[in-house]
């Protein structure tokens, strides 16, 4: 197109140099390199064969061309990554493929699985909490990723799971306002209320007393819940049709109403802070 013509005259041969390498890559080869466009920030091994269906002869053919990075830290997994022009180029060709929205799906599954492993209170506060904080450290943009795509195509269930599971990441980093943004985000989406256990979970990100917590003098100033979101939570345990749901989200809704820096505290003290990248 017209874009490509006018670029710098660089920047067009690093495009016609990677075409080049594009072209001599066999099917299966074409194939992984445009779904790892799918990848923010890179993936582990692991991710790569889940998500993208990646063999490793594939990876290791894609490293040794130079279209793939790989990227070894210490005893962290093994990470692979593409340099931010090849993965532009990427993204075109993830784009124009038919199965897109399929892996964009599968990376969310895989990545909303890694949070609810490594993001829950006994992991995050526990004798391993290091590790776990360590493995959510470095997928935080495959997670942000996972949330604006579920945010994006109006997902309510999936961008309030996603928001739950990293309900206690996001405060201990000290992340207020991705806690308080990407919630009310989720929680605004058209049909948030037919998803009673998950809506509630996303209210408590907003409510809980963790906030408070490793911060020192710092905590957020006392609120109460907004009557609106009482309202919501109650709604949500008539809603709920499972019994054993039921006594879950009561508990939740006593969590909150207990919680002294409350949604409306915890929202204004977030927004009053400095503002983190969504």
Same mark, same amino acid.
Request: charged share 25%; aromatic share 6%; net charge negative.
């Given at each position: 197109?017209s874009?490509?013509?006018?670029?710098p005259?660089?920047?067009?041969?690093?495009r016609?140099t990677?075409?080049?390498?594009h &072209?001599?890559?066999g099917?299966? &080869?074409?194939?992984?390199?445009?779904?790892?466009?799918v990848f923010?920030g890179?993936?582990?091994?692991q =991710?790569a064969?889940?998500?993208a269906?990646?063999?490793?002869?594939?990876?290791?053919?894609?490293?040794?061309k130079?279209?793939?990075?790989l990227r070894?830290d210490?005893?962290?997994?093994t990470?692979?990554?593409?340099?931010?022009?090849?993965?532009?180029?990427?993204? &075109?060709?993830?784009?124009?493929?038919?199965?897109?929205?399929t892996?964009?799906?599968?990376?969310?599954d895989?990545?909303? =699985?890694?949070?609810?492993r490594h993001?829950?209170?006994r =992991?995050?506060?526990?004798?391993?909490?290091?590790?776990?904080?360590?493995?959510?450290?470095?997928?935080?943009?495959?997670?942000?990723a996972?949330?604006?795509?579920?945010?994006?195509?109006?997902s309510?269930?999936?961008?309030?799971?996603?928001?739950?599971?990293?309900g206690?990441?996001?405060p201990i980093?000290?992340?207020?306002?991705?806690?308080?943004?990407?919630?009310?985000?989720a929680?605004?989406?058209?049909?948030?209320?037919?998803?009673?256990?998950?809506?509630?979970?996303?209210?408590v990100?907003?409510?809980?007393?963790?906030?408070?917590?490793r911060?020192?003098d710092?905590?957020p100033?006392?609120?109460?819940?907004?009557?609106?979101?009482?309202?919501?939570v109650g709604?949500?345990?008539r809603?709920e049709?499972? =019994?054993?749901q039921?006594?879950?989200?009561d508990?939740f809704g006593e969590?909150l109403?207990?919680h002294?820096?409350?949604?409306?505290g915890?929202?204004?003290h977030?927004?009053q802070?400095?503002? &983190?990248?969504?």
């Amino acid at each position: 197109g017209s874009g490509a013509r006018d670029a710098p005259a660089r920047q067009q041969t690093l495009r016609a140099t990677i075409d080049w390498s594009h &072209e001599l890559l066999g099917d299966a &080869e074409k194939q992984c390199f445009a779904r790892f466009a799918v990848f923010a920030g890179g993936a582990t091994v692991q =991710a790569a064969e889940t998500v993208a269906h990646a063999g490793l002869d594939t990876l290791d053919a894609l490293v040794a061309k130079n279209l793939l990075v790989l990227r070894q830290d210490g005893h962290a997994p093994t990470r692979l990554g593409m340099l931010d022009t090849i993965r532009g180029y990427a993204t &075109e060709r993830f784009g124009a493929t038919a199965d897109e929205q399929t892996i964009r799906e599968r990376h969310y599954d895989y990545f909303l =699985a890694l949070a609810q492993r490594h993001g829950t209170d006994r =992991a995050l506060w526990g004798a391993s909490d290091k590790g776990h904080l360590a493995r959510l450290d470095a997928e935080n943009d495959n997670l942000h990723a996972a949330l604006e795509w579920a945010v994006g195509r109006g997902s309510a269930e999936q961008a309030l799971a996603m928001c739950g599971a990293l309900g206690w990441y996001w405060p201990i980093r000290g992340r207020y306002l991705d806690a308080v943004e990407w919630s009310d985000r989720a929680l605004s989406i058209p049909g948030a209320d037919d998803h009673p256990a998950e809506l509630v979970a996303a209210l408590v990100v907003v409510a809980q007393p963790v906030f408070g917590r490793r911060t020192g003098d710092d905590a957020p100033p006392a609120g109460h819940l907004a009557a609106a979101d009482t309202d919501r939570v109650g709604g949500a345990v008539r809603n709920e049709e499972r =019994a054993d749901q039921r006594d879950r989200l009561d508990r939740f809704g006593e969590q909150l109403g207990q919680h002294a820096g409350g949604v409306q505290g915890n929202r204004q003290h977030a927004r009053q802070r400095p503002r &983190e990248a969504l």
